[in-house]
């Protein structure tokens, strides 16, 4: 919502502008029947179906639960880094160079990255493309990165690195956009000024997924866990989509895509059709779970089943 020109997204020959695009998914929705709450969850409470959500005023009951928050950039919360007309986000500074990159605004600019992650690599490698030449600004002597994204940065000619300095404000008009950064050194503490066209923070991205902690599976940053061959979490009935499960891509396609496998795994669930967790198993909405290896069906009460057609057991 918050990006300005998306021109990757399938079926925009001219591209589209971010609130645009959400008006018409929206508008599609609707054209289904779709219904929309405009609250703000505060609390969830996973334990038991129907599950629980929790605003300031309402509680909000659901049999099955698509999780799609996805995944905020991190920022330096420097002045001139918000977005327009309160800074210049959308107007030359950005947190997606896949996004925003090819955009005739940063074509054959001089550009800054701030980072030294993996994040801030591929950033400033994919940049190259289209720059004129890319700058990565990094507050420390050494990267974080690893080593196969440092050496094909240093490889590259278009990159170079300014080393122990913080980007400490960005600088430029309404009109032009970016125009340049204000530096510091952080060993010397001496400043200075650097023109640029472009500013890409990259140091990472943070799932917002704290209302989900201590009752979904995340990895150490915080995203959440799904398996590979489905949506599904390790509550039966809970799914993830977008970027709150997708550390990678982070792409609107690809969030398209997972969004469309939640829809179906949910409305699978529903239909009392098994869905697969994180942990191979496959569970029902009624509770009954097979086993990784689809050999056996355990039934809430436990009770072991094979899970064989009966035309088999009958032969037997």
């Not at 992650?117 to 974080?144: C, I, N, P, Q, S």
């Not at 125009?179 to 640029?196: H, K, P, Q, Y």
């Not at 089943?305 to 088999?312: D, G, Q, T």
């Given at each position: 919502?918050?990006?300005?020109?998306?021109?990757?997204?399938?079926?925009?020959?001219?591209?589209?502008?971010?609130?645009?695009?959400?008006?018409?998914?929206?508008?599609?929705?609707?054209?289904?029947?779709?219904?929309?709450?405009?609250?703000?969850?505060?609390?969830?409470?996973?334990?038991?179906?129907?599950?629980?959500?929790?605003?300031?005023?309402?509680?909000?009951?659901?049999?099955?639960?698509?999780?799609?928050?996805?995944?905020?950039?991190?920022?330096?919360?420097?002045?001139?880094?918000a977005k327009?007309?309160?800074?210049?986000?959308?107007?030359?500074?950005?947190?997606?160079?896949?996004?925003?990159?090819?955009?005739?605004?940063?074509?054959?600019?001089?550009?800054?990255?701030?980072?030294?992650?993996?994040?801030?690599?591929?950033?400033?490698?994919?940049?190259?493309?289209?720059?004129?030449?890319?700058?990565?600004?990094?507050?420390?002597?050494?990267?974080?990165?690893?080593?196969?994204?440092?050496?094909?940065?240093?490889?590259?000619?278009?990159?170079?690195?300014?080393?122990?300095?913080?980007?400490?404000?960005?600088?430029?008009?309404?009109?032009?956009?970016?125009?340049?950064?204000?530096?510091?050194?952080?060993?010397?503490?001496?400043?200075?000024?650097?023109?640029?066209?472009?500013?890409?923070?990259?140091?990472?991205?943070?799932?917002?997924?704290?209302?989900?902690?201590?009752?979904?599976?995340?990895?150490?940053?915080?995203?959440?866990?799904?398996?590979?061959?489905s949506t599904?979490?390790?509550?039966?009935?809970?799914?993830?989509?977008?970027?709150?499960?997708?550390?990678?891509?982070?792409?609107?396609?690809t969030a398209?895509?997972?969004?469309?496998?939640?829809?179906?795994?949910?409305?699978?669930?529903?239909?009392?059709?098994?869905?697969?967790?994180?942990?191979?198993?496959?569970?029902?909405?009624?509770?009954?779970?097979?086993?990784?290896?689809?050999?056996?069906?355990?039934?809430?009460?436990?009770?072991?089943?094979?899970?064989?057609?009966?035309?088999?057991?009958?032969?037997?």
């Amino acid at each position: 919502m918050i990006t300005t020109d998306v021109e990757n997204y399938p079926g925009f020959s001219e591209g589209i502008q971010g609130p645009d695009l959400m008006v018409e998914f929206r508008k599609q929705a609707e054209r289904f029947g779709t219904e929309f709450l405009e609250e703000w969850i505060t609390h969830v409470d996973l334990q038991q179906r129907p599950f629980t959500l929790y605003t300031d005023d309402k509680i909000i009951k659901a049999d099955a639960l698509i999780i799609a928050s996805g995944a905020s950039a991190k920022w330096l919360g420097i002045p001139g880094e918000a977005k327009t007309p309160h800074g210049f986000g959308g107007n030359g500074v950005s947190a997606c160079a896949t996004c925003d990159g090819p955009l005739p605004a940063f074509r054959n600019k001089h550009l800054i990255v701030v980072g030294g992650g993996d994040t801030a690599m591929e950033e400033a490698t994919f940049l190259t493309r289209y720059a004129k030449r890319v700058f990565v600004v990094h507050r420390r002597d050494k990267l974080r990165a690893s080593k196969i994204m440092q050496e094909k940065a240093f490889r590259n000619d278009k990159i170079e690195f300014i080393w122990n300095t913080d980007v400490t404000a960005i600088i430029g008009t309404n009109e032009q956009g970016v125009t340049g950064v204000d530096l510091r050194n952080v060993e010397t503490g001496a400043e200075s000024v650097m023109n640029c066209e472009g500013v890409f923070i990259a140091i990472g991205h943070k799932p917002n997924t704290h209302l989900f902690k201590g009752q979904l599976d995340m990895d150490a940053v915080g995203y959440i866990i799904t398996n590979g061959h489905s949506t599904g979490t390790n509550i039966p009935g809970v799914f993830a989509c977008g970027d709150v499960q997708d550390s990678v891509y982070r792409q609107a396609v690809t969030a398209a895509g997972t969004g469309c496998m939640a829809a179906i795994d949910a409305e699978r669930f529903l239909d009392h059709l098994p869905i697969e967790l994180p942990s191979g198993e496959e569970v029902t909405i009624e509770g009954e779970h097979i086993t990784p290896d689809r050999k056996l069906i355990i039934t809430p009460d436990g009770e072991v089943i094979p899970n064989e057609p009966e035309a088999a057991l009958v032969e037997e």
